[in-house]
């Protein structure tokens, strides 16, 4: 994970879960530079609605995405996320996606049931301990990206890094933990399996990698990964200039290989790999100026 942020990691454990971008109260990102250095997102929206996010101004009660990367030396929890219908615990539900950064020859992603799995069926793999068998499963390459609608039990793990771009929700049942105990307290962890198994959509079946769509080839190739309710989400791979941005909307850009620069006027905001750059909608349209080859993932909020 150290290789792949530019900010320095607390302590000296290995850290597996970066939130990059986050409106959260128990974990709010704040300015890097210029005049409203330090201060979080929250204050950014309350004080500047219109000009942060333009259009959408008023629309939310906090930024709606939250951003992260993950790196996955062992297997993460089964875990599922509620939808928007079906949360109870006073949040949103939690559609995401990743976009896979780093692999291995262990490296496996489970994504959705295998076609025709039932309640019952889970229940008794839960019962026995072979949840896996029930799971669809495939090795991830770098530069796969998976879509993980709300309801889709999933799991990673084996070495795995992916960014992942989601609804600003902390909501996550734990149906399984491959009967592991916590060094600390000697004990399993703690699963939520009734709440997640009346999340799980039993009739969404596997999710795999998605076929990127191809919108321009040279000389930047900008291909669409993810579009959704909640975001859409773009690669381009460029050595040239490229436009990033929209008139009367936010944009992000995530770096996750070289280095460049955004330019807005006679403004130049440096962009290292792992940065993360939230472009306010009174920007409108921007130049990003590669350094060599670059690869930046841009996300735009659907209307």
């Known amino acids: 994970m150290g290789a792949l942020l530019s900010a320095p990691l607390p302590g000296d454990g290995p850290i597996g879960e970066a939130w990059v971008l986050s409106d959260r109260d128990d974990h709010p990102s704040r300015v890097a530079n210029g005049s409203l250095k330090g201060q979080t997102i929250a204050q950014v929206l309350e004080q500047f609605p219109e000009q942060a996010m333009g259009k959408f101004a008023g629309r939310f009660q906090r930024f709606p995405l939250l951003l992260k990367f993950l790196d996955a030396r062992e297997m993460l929890s089964v875990q599922v996320h509620p939808s928007d219908a079906n949360t109870v615990c006073g949040d949103e ?13 262990t490296s496996r992603i489970y994504a959705g049931l295998k076609a025709g799995t039932t309640e019952d069926d889970l229940r008794r793999s839960l019962a026995n301990g072979n949840v896996a068998d029930q799971l669809a499963c495939f ?13 889709t039990v999933h ?25 592991r105990v916590d060094t600390q307290t000697g004990q399993p962890r703690a699963l939520q399996v009734e709440q997640a198994l009346g999340s799980i959509d039993f009739l969404e079946g596997p999710a795999g990698p998605i076929a990127p769509v191809v919108e321009a080839a040279a000389p930047v190739r900008r291909s669409r990964l993810f579009q959704c309710e909640h975001f859409w989400l773009w690669r381009v791979r460029a050595q040239s200039p490229f436009a990033v941005g929209a008139v009367g909307e936010p944009r992000v850009l995530v770096c996750i290989e070289g280095t460049g620069q955004v330019e807005y006027g ?8 792992g940065d993360v750059v939230l472009l306010p909608a009174v920007l409108g349209q921007c130049t990003f100026q590669p350094r060599g080859a670059v690869n930046v993932l841009e996300i735009e909020i659907p209307e």
Not at 158 to 165: K, L, T
Not at 266 to 273: D, E, G, L, N
């Open 155 to 179: 799991s990673l793990g084996g070495g795995v890094v992916v960014f992942e771009v989601q609804q600003n929700s902390d909501v996550t049942f734990r149906l399984y933990d491959w009967d």
């Open 266 to 273: 006679r403004a130049i905001y440096a962009v290292a790999k």
């Open 139 to 151: 090795a991830p390459k770098s530069g796969d990206a998976v879509f993980l609608p709300a309801g």
């Open 93 to 105: 539900g939690k559609t995401e996606a990743w976009v896979v950064l780093e692999a291995g020859v």
